[in-house]
């Protein structure tokens, strides 16, 4: 049921907000078309995790608050569009462990890294959750960034990275702090180059 779910709610999702927001997908070759992929996003609106996984080439799996999960009707849905349940203000190890998982069986795993939507639209920090799975596994970590605004009829961009280079980190023994600042400077000169 997963699978037949996801792909209908994604064509949903894709046909209605595609000509809404007019959205142009750009460095679409930067995406690996196989591989573990940690999908790494900056976050402006409630609807960036429908536009990621809508606009992405591949099935991707998010971390969603585990407050989702209880709402009526909704927590019934969340699931079944590759959702997984993170308890956020402390140390999730059942999540971090489901994230690793999915990371190592070669699919994608989206991420926010600062944790919550930018209030400004600015570009906020980015927490360690972000470097801890580009660090403990061997994805390719792909930056993203979601150039706004989310108004009817203005275009909205989704613009994929490079994959990063994260082996000098890798091999200096670096922190997930210093992984998560490299991923959120490259997700800053996305959205710089592609204004």
């Known amino acids: 049921m997963n699978l037949t779910f996801y792909d209908f709610a994604k064509s949903v999702v894709y046909g209605v907000f595609k000509p809404l ?99 400004t639209g600015e570009l906020g920090k980015g927490l360690a959750g972000a470097g801890f799975f580009a660090l403990r596994t061997e994805a390719s970590v792909v930056p993203c960034a979601i150039i706004g605004p989310y108004k009817p009829f203005r275009k909205l961009k989704v613009a994929y990275g490079k994959p990063i280079d994260m082996d000098a980190i890798r091999a200096n023994k670096g922190s997930a702090e210093a992984a998560s600042e490299l991923i959120m400077d490259e997700i800053r000169k996305l959205l710089l180059e592609n204004k």
């Open 21 to 119: 927001y007019r959205i142009e997908v750009i460095g679409g070759e930067n995406f690996p078309s196989e591989g573990g992929v940690l999908l790494c996003t900056n976050h402006i609106d409630n609807f960036d995790p429908l536009v990621v996984g809508a606009m992405a080439p591949r099935p991707v799996h998010f971390m969603a608050k585990a407050e989702l999960f209880s709402v009526p009707v909704l927590g019934k849905i969340v699931p079944h569009v590759n959702a997984f349940p993170v308890k956020r203000g402390l140390s999730d190890r059942e999540a971090l462990r489901k994230g690793l998982s999915i990371l190592k069986e070669g699919k994608v795993l989206g991420l926010f890294p600062e944790g919550t939507r930018s209030k």
